[in-house]
Structures are given as structure tokens and as C-alpha cells.
């Protein structure tokens, strides 16, 4: 049975099928975008928040600073409400040898990437606890991007240009006749059901799960390799731009101001299973040592929550494959005509977020061409539609809004400054969301309490508009609260002890969550990584 | 030279400073903060869950400690307290504070409503929860029993009470007898200030306490209310005129209660202030604001506390010592980002369970809020590896005990009590003895 017909269906709901649905409707062509979970849940989700100046890349590879350099400009401009301009700077802490620094300005001069070297009296009056014995400091034009409002505003602006988006969609089939694609077929996670999309061509762009996808489509030994990031969220913003340690790239090389935090990362571990990233102590011991080499004082600050991302790269035999950091992290397309003979497929991977629409660009190119369309990409003309005011986004805006209606509305969430009106507003335009699918687009439970306050409130609020029954709503705090705690319990130290316990006395001493109506314990409802046939699906019908 | 150092004005030390000013010691009474009664919801627990729900805690103290033998290294507080000091601490706090701040029996369990409508198994109450009573014993029916019809009403103004959530929840208990409550939700409107719409619960109990500004509540609980119904509200009525309930009760003319929500606590703060306020007549002398920055010793033997006041470091000369300042809520114990526990006033020896403090499940029984002191059945500090005293006149009370799940076992307040009671008893017959 046929459920939809389209031009294209894109497999992914990442920066990377975002930015291309995004292309392939403002060309004029008919697009479905599915996910297996919410939009930006995957990679881009679990991102530090980097919008590149370039700086990274100067030296090892300066086309790759160059593209950065330029996307930079157009993402500043297109997604004002997700980039914030914050600057960065490159710094040679104590710890870290002179002599890549030597090549910095003129590798970034090579690239047409701006940057000035700085003195460190100037650093420490932009970055007061910026470690008092570094050495050298270069400013570049490092902004800060919040990868889910980014892929949001690319899909709407896609759904403006007649896209359809279907998350908590689960592709496990790809139909072909003889040599050509015909249909994509998906499980439907939340309400059950199965549908088929025709379709002329399919964009795999299933991040670190690409292969399995190609799979589906008789295409196999697409091999990505899952390099496993860890990333910490230290409470307050310790810089108000982006600091890079000027080294060749390494673990923990970064602290990225992102809204009312600042982002420590990255590891670089090859994992064998996207689906399950763990967050090992040890890592977490390396980046706090890592930003102790950057911030005066790191150590004692607070970390409130870490998480874990695989970046999808594919396995290329010049280098090792257990070696994840050297392999090319340009974009990577693999052309199943070329490859398998098969006609309507391409399959993209790796690339950057900052990049993205550059990505986007090019793999539609290479779609159009085949598909014999002559159709001029025009993504960098317009701004998405969340983003049509004139300014970029700063982080006190929340604040800026608050001002103006504290008399008429209450504050869900203080940390985030999240007020009832956000939440019900998105709450009811998306009845089927989880809390977990709110908070990423509005920050709830994000900030120091992890949820030991506004949670309650918000389920509240799920029932008190209809949206959940009492025990719908519990369910949904029991799950909101453990998905916090995935976060939290690897890095728990110091005054984030201290809430959480405080948290514990609330959810379990003063409210007693365990003995509320419900399951105390229940399973995950939309588990992701799980084989569609499963029990688990099952279930859920 | 006083005789006793109380560090830490929650429960146990404030009753603790009462009892040994009562035996006619003289106390100083060092916090830093307001005590952690106020983050509490105004009950005094014993023991509510084993992990299955206790109707009858000193009963079921024996059982309860075998299983927590069996399952830890670590005694737990009662282990040390038994069943008599509970008993005597649990009395000892409800004579003093008499049956206006608190009602109920420590051999006997009853249930309570939550925020989220759960039955939360509790001794001791604030009078303004007693229509919320759902008994344990079938033998003997609570205020609220299968059949009794209840309506939950928020206030618009207060974000911490969700009428529809509690409601909901609530109708969906089944009742220890059998049977289940009927419940309905509504609303109500009260701005704790003139065009305020976020107030916090202390605000609008605040608002409560001005007799005037009651009856605008009045008016809109007697509109809404159906006959045989009984009311419930979130727990912010009134604050510090402890006749404000009883008042708005008698107004609305049908039975009604108040349900804990989160911090600030006011019927917390009730017990608070009233204790504090019987603390300072019995000229306990109150150090408020005031860090304990470590101690002085000798031989053994704790000489002072040195307090960090304007200026300069005070040390505050005693003939015993008490460290009732709360576990990791209050920053007494802390875990630093090496993973290493520490106690941060006098940096004692810490009792700490084998194996990973943090478990990756969210489930409670978290082993790291097990993390404490160890005391002998003195509530002496002792060193767990020797089972010796740290210092001779150091004793410790309440939550910087080790060996507790105080928030899942519902034991905070029963801990803090017993523990408290019996280290004062001890301190003042050692010192009447060292007169000697």
C-alpha cells in the first residue's frame, strides 16, 4: 500500500537531512524527511555547539577553513536564531608546545579566514579566567550555533517550500525494482502502523547510522566508523567566546559558550554501536583536566550534565580504523550508482554542522544531475523562517522577553527562563511530544536543577491542558527524570551533588514519584537502535 | 567556655540545643544557614517504607534493620538509636512544639496525599493535614476513606501545584482497606500581591497571614465546593499566625488540608520558626550566619570550634561538641570532581559503602547518600575502620549519619530526632559525671 508519493525521500533528521530537505524543496521538488526519533536527537544533538571560524583547520587543512570561513557568514545570516557571534580565540595554554602557533596566521591568511594575533592582556580583559600563564592568543570569528534550533528553522523553512516531515518514523525497508529504488518503507513509533513512500530518489543521511540504512537497500560494507565524543556542560558561562587550545586537534581541545553554559569536548573514541555511546569516568577526568589547562579554577566549577555523540565517518584505508581522529572529516558521499549499480540512492556522511548547507548543496547537485533536473540551489538567499528579524541571538534574550511580560506570565523552568506560554504554545502544537522532545527546543530542565523543579511543573502542565491524563503525565516525569540522570550521574561532583540531592529529596521524600500512580520503573516507549519487528514495537501497537 | 557547640540549626540540632539548655547546660548553637527543616514538608517520618510500605514502624524497626544488616556494611542510624529513642525523640518534639504544630502517634503510620497524588506514608503531621488522612489500619478509617470525594484546587497564581496531575493520581490509589477516593480538580485565584502572577508559596502564606486577605479565598473555596466534599490546597496557608488554618477552615465550613509541595516549605518553616523561637527563650545562644571553619584539639579531646565572624576567627571554647549541620544537601559532606568524599567542617573519617557510590539507573538508594559518620550507641564519632572515637566529646546527630536512604526510607526527621535526643542525653551525663 502507498501512503505517500514524492520526489525524494530523505532519511535522517540531522543537520545534515535537514539542511538537505531543506534544498531539495526549495528547489521545487517534493520531499518527505523522516527520522526514527525527534529531529536533531542523533549527532547533532549531542554537539558542543562550535559554529567554525575556520581557526581548527588553518593548518591541517585549510580548504577545510576556507568552506568554514564562508559557511560561517551564510549560517550568521540565515540562522540569526540559532548563532550567537560570540568570537573565539586560539590560545597556547602552559601546557601546550609554541610551535604549532607559528603557521596560525599565515595558515589563516592562506585560507582567507580573518584572525589577529592578540596580546594577553587583551585576552584576559575579553576572557578574565582565561589561565593566567598563557602564552599567545589569536582572535578569530568563532560564533555559537544551537544545533536544534538550527535543524528546526531548516525544517520549517522546508516544510514553507512544501516539505513533509515525519519524525518517530523508522525506515526498515527500501524497495527496488531491479536497479532503481521505488519506495521507502517506515514504522510509525508513536502511533503504530507501518506506511510506504514512493519516491524517485532517496538521501541517505543517516549520520552513524548510514550503513544499516544502505543496507536496507541491498547496498552493503558501507562502513562507518562511530568516533565517540564525550561532551561536558559546565555551568555558567566560564568565557563568553569560544576558546580553542591552538594544537593540533586533540581531546579536549575547546570551551564553547552555549545559551547559559559553557561546553567542554571532545574525545575521540572509535565505538562499535551509535546506539550505545557510554560516558566513561575517565574521559570525564581528561576534559576536566583538559579545561584546567584553559580556566583558572576549572576543576571547581560545576558541571551540571555530559553527553555522548558519534560522528559519523567513513572508514577510509589510508589510515587505521581504530584511529578516528585522522580520517577525513570532510563530507563524504558514497554513489550507489557508481558503487552498487543502483540507481536513485546517495548516501552521505561525515562533514561538520557548521557546513552543513555547503553538504546539503553539493549532494543535491549530484542528485539533480542524475536525476536529469536543472534546478540552481538557493539556500544561502533566504533566511529560515524562524530566524526573519534582524539581530543573531544573544543569551541574555530570554531575559530581554522576560522583561517585557513578567506581569503576565510565570517562569516554568528559572534556569532556562522557560515561561508557561513557551511551553503550553509548543506543548499544544505538538500533542504527540514527549517533555524529552520539548526540552530540546525550549531548554527545559537544562540548566542547574537537571529538572528538580520544573519537571513537576511540567507534566502539570500536560494535564492541566488535556494534553496527558495524570497518569500520561507521570509516565512522562518518571521518563524526563531518568533521561536527566543519563547525563548527570557520570559527572556528579561538588555543588551538583549537592542539588541533586536536594533534587532527591523533593522527587522522592516531598513528592514520593516511586509510589505515585504508574509503572515505578517503566520501559523506554520509543526505544531507538531497536529492530522494527521487535517485541518492543510490538507493544507499542 | 560554654558547655555544649551545636553546629547546624535544623531538626536535630535545634532539639538537641533545646534539650541540653533544658538540663541546664549553656549552648551555642552555630549555623550557617537556615536549617534544612524548611526544604522538608512540615512531617515527621519514622520509617515509611521497607522498601514495602510500613503501617506500624517501631513494629517493624527489627525487620527492617536485619534486611539493612544483610544488604550493607554500614549500620544504619537506628541501629544505634533503637526503637526507645525514637519513641522519646518523636515525643520529646511534639510536647514541645504542642498539638497546634503537630499531631499523630510514632507506632502508627498514616498516609498522606502528594504534589503528584501519591500516599506518602508518614508518624507525625501539621494539624491542616489531618483531612487529608488516609489510614494504614483498616480497622480504623482515616479523614479520607473509599467513597470520601475530594476536590483539589490550585491556585493560579502558584506553579508548584498542578490541581488536574494531583487529582488524577489520586482517584487512581487503590486505598489500603480497599476502594478509592473520588477526585476532582479546580481552581482558584489569589495574588499574593497586587497584580502578582508567579508568587512562591511563601508569598501568598504570607498574604494568609493578614486576616483581611482571607476572605477573597474564602469566598471562591465556598463557591466552588460541593456538598460532602473536602478541599485540598497546596500547603501555603499562612505562615506565621498559626491560627491562619484553623481560621480559613472554619470560614470555608468543610473539611480541608493542606498537601506539602516543593521547597520553600512553609509548614516546614512553621516547625522552623517555632523551634527557634523556644530555642532562643531558653536562652540557647544563636549564632546565625556563622561558618564552622574547623576545631582545635588536644589529646583527643575537641577544646574549640573555630567560627569564621567578621574579621577575624573566633574560637569558641566547649566541653562537647555537637555536628548536626545535614548531610550532602547542606554541604557538610561533599564529593569533589576526584570522586573523594569529604566532610567539610572537621574533616572526620567517613563511613563509605564497597563499591560504586553513583548507580546509572534513576532509582533512589543512590549508595553515595549512604556516605556518613559513624558513631558508637552514644552517637560518639567514631573512626570506621577502628570503631574508635575520632574525639572523646564529639558527637553527631541527623543527617551526616551514615548508613541512611532518608528519602527513600521517609526516616528524616525519626533519624534526626532519636539521634539527636540520644547524643544530648549522653553529653549531659558525661559532663554531669566530669563535674563529679
Known amino acids: 500500500m502507498t501512503d505517500l508519493s514524492v520526489d525524494v525521500v530523505v532519511i535522517g533528521g540531522g543537520a545534515t537531512g535537514a539542511g538537505v530537505a531543506r534544498d531539495v524543496a526549495m528547489r521545487g521538488l517534493s520531499v518527505v524527511l523522516v527520522d526514527r526519533a525527534d529531529l536533531g536527537q542523533g549527532t547533532t544533538g549531542r554537539y558542543h555547539g562550535l559554529l567554525h571560524s575556520g581557526g581548527r583547520y588553518v593548518i591541517s587543512d585549510p580548504e577545510s577553513a576556507r568552506e568554514c570561513a564562508e559557511e560561517n557568514a551564510i549560517i550568521t545570516r540565515i540562522h540569526t536564531d540559532a548563532v550567537e557571534q560570540t568570537g573565539g580565540l586560539f590560545v597556547v595554554t602552559p601546557e601546550d608546545s609554541e610551535e604549532y602557533s607559528e603557521g596560525f596566521m599565515a595558515g589563516a591568511a592562506k585560507a582567507h579566514m580573518p584572525a589577529e594575533e592578540i596580546t594577553i592582556a587583551q585576552a584576559l580583559s575579553r576572557e578574565p579566567r582565561l589561565h593566567k600563564g598563557t602564552k599567545r592568543a589569536f582572535a578569530v570569528l568563532d560564533g555559537t550555533v544551537d544545533g536544534w534550533a538550527m535543524v528546526w528553522g531548516a525544517v520549517e523553512s522546508a516544510k514553507e517550500h512544501g516539505a513533509t516531515v515525519l519524525t518517530y518514523h523508522e525506515v526498515d525497508r527500501i524497495h527496488r525494482v531491479g536497479d532503481r529504488v521505488t519506495a521507502v518503507e517506515c514504522v510509525d513509533r508513536k502511533a503504530g502502523g507501518r506506511i ?106 560545576r558541571a551540571v550534565h555530559a553527553w555522548s555523540g558519534a560522528r559519523p565517518l567513513v572508514k577510509d584505508n589510508r589510515v587505521k580504523a581504530t584511529d578516528t581522529r585522522h580520517m577525513s572529516r570532510g563530507m563524504s558521499v558514497l554513489d550507489h550508482l557508481e558503487r552498487d549499480d543502483l540507481h536513485g540512492l546517495l548516501t552521505i556522511t561525515g562533514g561538520k554542522l557548521t557546513t552543513y548547507r555547503l553538504m546539503a548543496k553539493r549532494i543535491v547537485d549530484i542528485m539533480c544531475e542524475q536525476l536529469g533536473e536543472d534546478r540552481p540551489c538557493t539556500t544561502d538567499q533566504e533566511p529560515v523562517p524562524t530566524s526573519r528579524k534582524t539581530h543573531n541571538y544573544k543569551v ?85 527524570m531518568k533521561h536527566r540522570w543519563m547525563g548527570l550521574w557520570p559527572i556528579l561532583a561538588g555543588a551538583q551533588v549537592r542539588q541533586t540531592a536536594l533534587d532527591e529529596w523533593i522527587m ?34 | 567556655m560554654r558547655d555544649v557547640m551545636v553546629i547546624g540549626a535544623g531538626l536535630s540540632g535545634l532539639l538537641a540545643a533545646i534539650r541540653l539548655r533544658q538540663a541546664g547546660l549553656s549552648v551555642a548553637l552555630v549555623h550557617k544557614g537556615r536549617g534544612g527543616l524548611q526544604l522538608g514538608q512540615g512531617t515527621v517520618d519514622v ?25 550493607s556494611d554500614i549500620a544504619h542510624p537506628y541501629a544505634h538509636t533503637g526503637a526507645d529513642a525514637i519513641r522519646e525523640g518523636v515525643g520529646y518534639l511534639a510536647e ?35 483531612d487529608g488522612v488516609v489510614s494504614l489500619d483498616p480497622a480504623k478509617p482515616g479523614a479520607l476513606r473509599a467513597g470520601s470525594a475530594v476536590v483539589v484546587v490550585g491556585i493560579r497564581e502558584f506553579k508548584d501545584f498542578t490541581p488536574e496531575l494531583i487529582a488524577g493520581n489520586l482517584a487512581l490509589n487503590d486505598l489500603p482497606g480497599g476502594g478509592r477516593l473520588e477526585a476532582r480538580a479546580d481552581w482558584v485565584s489569589f495574588p499574593a500581591r497586587d497584580g502578582e502572577v508567579d508568587s512562591t508559596g511563601l508569598n501568598i502564606a504570607r498574604a494568609l497571614d493578614d486576616p483581611a486577605r482571607r476572605g477573597a479565598l474564602v469566598d471562591q473555596l465556598k463557591a466552588l465546593g460541593r456538598p460532602g466534599e473536602t478541599i485540598a490546597l497546596p500547603a501555603v496557608l499562612g505562615h506565621e499566625d498559626p491560627t491562619a488554618f484553623a481560621d480559613l477552615r472554619s470560614q470555608v465550613g468543610s473539611p480541608l488540608f493542606e498537601i506539602p509541595v516543593p521547597p520553600p516549605g512553609v509548614p516546614g518553616m512553621r516547625l522552623n520558626d517555632r523551634l527557634t523561637r523556644i530555642a532562643k527563650e531558653a536562652r540557647v545562644e544563636v549564632f546565625l550566619g556563622s561558618n564552622v571553619l574547623g576545631a582545635d584539639s588536644a589529646g583527643g579531646v575537641l577544646q574549640a570550634g573555630v567560627v569564621g565572624t567578621t574579621g577575624h576567627d573566633t574560637h569558641l571554647k566547649a566541653r562537647a561538641f555537637l555536628l548536626a549541620a545535614g548531610g550532602f544537601e547542606s554541604g557538610t559532606l561533599e564529593l569533589d570532581s576526584y570522586q573523594k568524599v569529604s566532610e567539610t567542617i572537621l574533616g572526620l573519617p567517613l563511613a563509605i559503602p564497597a563499591g560504586e557510590l553513583i548507580h546509572d539507573t534513576w532509582a533512589g538508594q ?32 541527623g543527617g551526616v549519619l551514615a548508613g541512611a536512604q532518608r528519602w527513600d526510607e521517609k526516616s528524616g526527621e525519626g533519624i534526626a530526632v532519636a539521634s539527636a535526643v540520644r547524643a544530648a542525653d549522653a553529653i549531659i551525663s558525661n559532663l554531669a559525671g566530669g563535674q563529679r
Not at chain 1, 512 to 531: K, L, M, Q, S, T
Not at chain 2, 47 to 71: C, N, T
Not at chain 2, 98 to 123: C, F, I, K, Q, S
Open chain 2, 96 to 130: 514541645l512544639l504542642g498539638e497546634d504544630y503537630l499531631v499523630g502517634d510514632a507506632e502508627v503510620n498514616v498516609a498522606l496525599p502528594t504534589a503528584v497524588g501519591a500516599l506518602r506514608p508518614t508518624a507525625y503531621y501539621p494539624p491542616s493535614m489531618a
Open chain 1, 196 to 301: 510506504t513512500i514512493d519516491c524517485r530518489f532517496v538521501i541517505n543521511a543517516g549520520g552513524p547510522w548510514a550503513g544499516r540504512i544502505a543496507g536496507f537497500a541491498g547496498c552493503h560494507d558501507v562502513d562507518v566508523v562511530p568516533g565517540r565524543g564525550i561532551m561536558i556542560a559546565m555551568n555558567h558561562r566560564l568565557v563568553n567566546s569560544v576558546v580553542n587550545r591552538c594544537i593540533y586537534p586533540a581531546d579536549g581541545d575547546i570551551l564553547v559558550p552555549v545559551h547559559t553554559v559553557s561546553i567542554i569536548g571532545t574525545t575521540d573514541v572509535k565505538a562499535d554501536d551509535p546506539d550505545n555511546l557510554p560516558i566513561p569516568r575517565n574521559e570525564v577526568q581528561q576534559m576536566l583536566d583538559s579545561g584546567a589547562a584553559m580556566i583558572d579554577g576549572f576543576r571547581e566549577a
Open chain 1, 508 to 541: 522522592r521524600g516531598t513528592l514520593d514519584i516511586d509510589h505515585a500512580p504508574g509503572d515505578e520503573n517503566p520501559p523506554e516507549r520509543y526505544p531507538v537502535g531497536v529492530p522494527a519487528d521487535s517485541e518492543a514495537v510490538e507493544v507499542a501497537r
Open chain 2, 47 to 71: 520509617l515509611g517504607y521497607r522498601p514495602q510500605r510500613v503501617a506500624r514502624p517501631l513494629d517493624e524497626l527489627d525487620e527492617f534493620l536485619a534486611d539493612q544488616h544483610r544488604a
Open chain 2, 366 to 397: 543512590q549508595p553515595l547518600f549512604s556516605v556518613g559518620v559513624a558513631t558508637n550507641d552514644d552517637m560518639v564519632v567514631v573512626d570506621p575502620a577502628t570503631g574508635e572515637p575520632v574525639y572523646s566529646n564529639l558527637y553527631a546527630a
Open chain 1, 396 to 480: 541574555t534574550h530570554r531575559l530581554e522577553e522576560r522583561d517585557h511580560q513578567f506581569q503576565e506570565d510565570q517562569i516554568i523552568c528559572e534556569c532556562e527562563l522557560m515561561s508557561r506560554q513557551m511551553f503550553t504554545e509548543l506543548a499544544e502544537e505538538n500533542p504527540d511530544a514527549t517533555l524529552d522532545d520539548l526540552r530540546r527546543r525550549l531548554r527545559l530542565g537544562m540548566g542547574p536543577c537537571q529538572g528538580g523543579f520544573c519537571s513537576t511543573r511540567a507534566a502539570g502542565l500536560l494535564c492541566t491542558n488535556g494534553i496527558q491524563d495524570s497518569a500520561g503525565a507521570t509516565l512522562e516525569l518518571r521518563e524526563f
